[in-house]
């Protein structure tokens, strides 16, 4: 199969989908694969790295497209990049389209193949390829929170961790999935109070299992929810009902219940975000304030932190290539 991988141009975007070890291994098994030289850079992999592994490089986008039958990409293509999908393509990349029936509905016009990244699934019936960016994307929330809470930058200038003799502040994380238990690991490990709500028994057990009493959790409902907001500094949204907008889980007048200068990051904003009053933001200008919160709601998170996130998400790509090109997965 010819394989392309052009180069992210979504806001701030430095990952790539394959490292040059994985093009080598497409390569070695029969398949085509171009990338555009300036794919990888971001992620610390030069265009020699990709051409030694095997690939070929072709210098813009739309060389890379026509060349190719499977896009393999990151993040969803944006409004410059329609035009130079095909019907005869596939478009292997994450795609959140239940928040963008936009690009849906021109994959259908267009009658382009897509498998999303986020909906194949494991024997077990996990998501393993959006795994590992939402275990990113936890982590990455508290460290996002904590900045913002400083004064400097806006906040209520709240230290999570608090000192000896002032009580470390709370964070309240909505969902205990692959973000939330993430978010809580980092939260916890900072010393932060931290409380965590999921609608699943399940998920709350294994994060309990997993943190013991450094976590305190609660079966999430909207009366929970309220109930926690008054003396939360962080939020973290977290939910994910696989194929569906992310359920909101706070509304416009939850939101006066949180105290002024606190922060929200909503990583379920890829889905459409789970705070009533999110709406997307960029790495360029991450948050913007509603009544004195603040709110960060990045879509690609992952995507400063190429050097890791691309190497995490190539091995998970290259692992389930095959079932998703025998359709036997997605
Ligand atoms: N912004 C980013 O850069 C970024 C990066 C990675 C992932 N994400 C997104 O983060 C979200 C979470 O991903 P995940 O991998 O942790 O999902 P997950 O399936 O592992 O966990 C989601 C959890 O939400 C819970 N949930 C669903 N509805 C709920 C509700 N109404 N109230 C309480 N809990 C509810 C589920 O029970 C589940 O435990 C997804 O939308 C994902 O796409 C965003």
Same mark, same amino acid.
């Given at each position: 199969?010819?394989?392309?991988?052009?180069?992210?141009?979504?806001?701030?975007?430095?990952?790539?989908?394959?490292?040059?070890?994985?093009?080598?291994?497409?390569?070695?098994?029969?398949?085509?694969?171009?990338?555009?030289?300036?794919?990888?850079?971001?992620?610390?992999?030069?265009?020699?790295?990709?051409?030694?592994?095997?690939?070929?490089?072709?210098?813009?986008?739309?060389?890379?497209?026509?060349?190719?039958?499977?896009?393999?990409?990151?993040?969803?293509?944006?409004?410059?990049?329609?035009?130079?999908?095909?019907?005869?393509?596939?478009?292997?990349?994450?795609?959140?389209?239940?928040?963008?029936?936009?690009?849906?509905?021109?994959?259908?016009?267009?009658?382009?193949?897509?498998?999303?990244?986020?909906?194949?699934?494991?024997?077990?019936?996990?998501?393993?390829?959006?795994?590992?960016?939402?275990?990113?994307?936890?982590?990455?929330?508290?460290?996002?929170?904590?900045?913002?809470?400083?004064?400097?930058?806006?906040?209520?200038?709240?230290?999570?961790?608090?000192?000896?003799?002032?009580? #470390?502040?709370?964070? +309240? $994380?909505? @969902? !205990?999935?692959? *973000?939330?238990? &993430?978010? =809580?690991?980092?939260?916890?490990?900072?010393?932060?109070?931290?409380?965590?709500?999921?609608?699943?028994?399940?998920?709350?057990?294994?994060?309990?299992?997993?943190?013991?009493?450094?976590?305190?959790?609660?079966?999430?409902?909207?009366?929970?929810?309220?109930?926690?907001? #008054?003396?939360?500094? +962080? $939020?973290? @949204? !977290?939910?994910? *009902?696989?194929? &569906?907008? =992310?359920?909101?889980?706070?509304?416009?007048?939850?939101?006066?219940?949180?105290?002024?200068?606190?922060?929200?990051?909503?990583?379920?904003?890829?889905?459409?975000?789970?705070?009533?009053?999110?709406?997307?933001?960029?790495?360029?200008?991450?948050?913007?304030?509603?009544?004195?919160?603040?709110?960060?709601?990045?879509?690609?998170?992952?995507?400063?932190?190429?050097?890791?996130?691309?190497?995490?998400?190539?091995?998970?790509?290259?692992?389930?290539?095959?079932?998703?090109?025998?359709?036997?997965?997605?």
């Amino acid at each position: 199969m010819r394989i392309g991988i052009p180069k992210e141009i979504k806001n701030h975007e430095y990952r790539v989908a394959l490292t040059p070890d994985a093009v080598a291994a497409l390569v070695r098994q029969g398949h085509e694969v171009a990338v555009q030289p300036t794919a990888g850079v971001g992620a610390g992999f030069t265009g020699a790295d990709y051409e030694q592994a095997g690939a070929k490089l072709l210098l813009d986008a739309r060389s890379v497209y026509n060349f190719a039958e499977l896009i393999i990409k990151v993040k969803e293509p944006q409004p410059e990049e329609y035009s130079l999908l095909r019907s005869d393509h596939t478009l292997f990349c994450f795609l959140h389209l239940a928040a963008n029936p936009g690009l849906e509905n021109y994959l259908k016009v267009h009658r382009t193949r897509y498998i999303p990244f986020e909906q194949v699934r494991d024997g077990q019936g996990g998501l393993p390829i959006l795994a590992p960016m939402s275990e990113i994307a936890g982590r990455l929330a508290v460290q996002a929170g904590a900045h913002w809470l400083e004064k400097a930058q806006g906040g209520a200038g709240v230290l999570l961790a608090g000192v000896p003799g002032v009580e #470390p502040g709370k964070v +309240l $994380v909505i @969902g !205990a999935g692959n *973000v939330g238990t &993430q978010a =809580a690991i980092m939260a916890a490990g900072q010393g932060a109070r931290v409380v965590v709500l999921d609608r699943n028994r399940a998920a709350l057990q294994r994060i309990q299992q997993l943190l013991g009493f450094r976590v305190e959790t609660a079966l999430a409902s909207p009366e929970v929810i309220r109930r926690h907001l #008054p003396d939360a500094d +962080l $939020v973290v @949204g !977290a939910v994910l *009902v696989p194929g &569906q907008p =992310a359920p909101k889980v706070i509304s416009r007048d939850d939101l006066q219940r949180l105290r002024p200068g606190r922060v929200l990051v909503d990583v379920a904003i890829d889905e459409g975000g789970c705070f009533a009053t999110s709406r997307p933001t960029t790495h360029t200008e991450p948050v913007f304030e509603v009544e004195g919160r603040l709110h960060y709601c990045v879509a690609n998170m992952p995507g400063v932190v190429p050097q890791t996130a691309s190497r995490a998400l190539s091995a998970m790509v290259l692992r389930y290539l095959p079932e998703v090109l025998a359709g036997t997965s997605a």
